[in-house]
């Protein structure tokens, strides 16, 4: 649970509407509870979000028994009436609340420095027997914890994947084998690829496992950068 | 702790224990400290039964583990760091493999029951190396 609360603390305020669009557009199964300023509350699926003439916005509401079962009442209302809105069971409840900029993610186990070790030493083992490149056993400053460890570990393998894929483009590979043979992870909260001497350095929130991991686009993006 | 058991518990640690033992510390490749808590594996009208359990419940899972973990340099050298002792006793009255190894500050305490479960070696392995892996 408290890795959640550190989640929903970096999600942004939205509105209702927002809020109920994102909702029926990617979670139609969410069950709802809605409450009113009339002080009734209604429980079941989102149907529709509309505007109507007078500019009101509306939302159509199929009910749910107390089984969750969809029934055959629906309910009609306009959004300006509703006073709160209950996430019944959500799936993903930090992706709701961040509308999609912010998921639970990938999910850690703690593991220990030596899994680490080994998957850099896989890391540089793999790379050269899939592309003949001698790209250097990744050095970083590891964590203590488990957790961080193993989502470096994940990362780790996310970044030998998007290396191999770079390299399939013989342009990329002969200029990273002419100019880097090092590789260096620094831990940051900003993701930058730098090309220092001889060395690749990729900053990344490699510690911060409440962080959406790389995205393998943006990450080829920046090492072509550097090419 | 009768006659036959001090019997039979002495020819375990004259021969298969030395043996085990040694087994593990070169797999190893360092000495590691064993602790046998003997009075609670030594269970009175099993003193046959001593020879065939104790090393399936508590020294080839070990092995095993050790084993896989110490098969480069990299582990061996992570495993001389984390590891110091290894204690051996039957209290806890744990017979699951989940419930039976612990770690903590370089000491690993095996406490299982020594005649339950005797064959479920493959488990065993698995936990323990897992729980070794988790602290290397």
New interface residues.
């Given amino acids: 649970m408290n890795k959640l609360n550190t989640a929903l603390k970096s999600v942004p305020a939205i509105d209702k509407q927002e809020l109920l669009f994102y909702i029926a557009a990617h979670f139609p199964d969410t069950i709802v509870k809605i409450a009113t300023d009339s002080g009734f509350s209604y429980e079941g699926v989102l149907l529709s979000i509309g505007k109507v003439r007078n500019d009101d916005v509306v939302l159509a509401l199929q009910i749910t028994d107390e089984r969750k079962d969809v029934t055959n009442s629906f309910v009609h209302l306009g959004i300006h009436k509703i006073t709160a809105i209950e996430l019944i069971n959500p799936a993903d409840l930090v992706n709701i609340l961040s509308l999609g900029k912010a998921s639970k993610g990938e999910q850690y186990e703690?593991?220990?420095?030596?899994?680490v070790?080994?998957a850099f030493?896989s890391f540089s083992e793999t790379i050269f027997n899939t592309h003949g490149v001698q790209v250097g056993v990744p050095a970083m400053e590891l964590p203590t914890d488990?957790l961080e460890l193993n989502r470096v570990l994940k990362l780790t393998q996310k970044i030998q994947q998007a290396i191999i894929d770079l390299f399939k483009e013989e342009d990329a590979l002969t200029s990273w084998k002419a100019r880097y043979n090092k590789i260096v992870f620094v831990n940051s909260d900003k993701l930058e690829v730098k090309g220092v001497n001889d060395s690749v350095e990729i900053l990344f929130a490699f510690n911060n496992i409440n962080v959406p991991e790389v995205s393998a686009e943006v990450l080829t993006q920046l090492l072509t950068g550097i090419l | 702790m009768g006659l036959q058991e001090k019997r039979a518990l002495k020819t375990f640690q004259d021969g298969n224990y030395q043996k085990l033992t040694s087994e593990i510390n070169t797999l190893a490749g360092f000495p590691l400290e064993f602790e046998v808590k003997w009075e609670t594996l030594a269970l009175d009208e099993y003193a046959e039964m001593y020879e065939e359990c104790f090393p399936k419940v508590y020294f080839t899972p070990l092995l095993n583990a050790i084993k896989e973990?110490a098969a480069?340099d990299?582990?061996k050298e992570?495993l001389k760091e984390?590891l110091k002792k290894v204690v051996i006793k039957n209290e806890g009255g744990y017979y699951s493999a989940s419930s039976a190894y612990a770690y903590e500050g370089g000491v690993l305490t095996i406490d299982h029951q020594p005649f339950n479960n005797v064959d479920n070696i493959t488990e065993r392995s698995t936990v323990v190396g897992e729980l070794?892996?988790?602290?290397?």
């Fill in positions: 703690a593991i220990g420095k030596l899994a070790q080994r030493q488990g | 973990i480069d990299m582990g992570a984390a070794l892996m988790k602290n290397l």
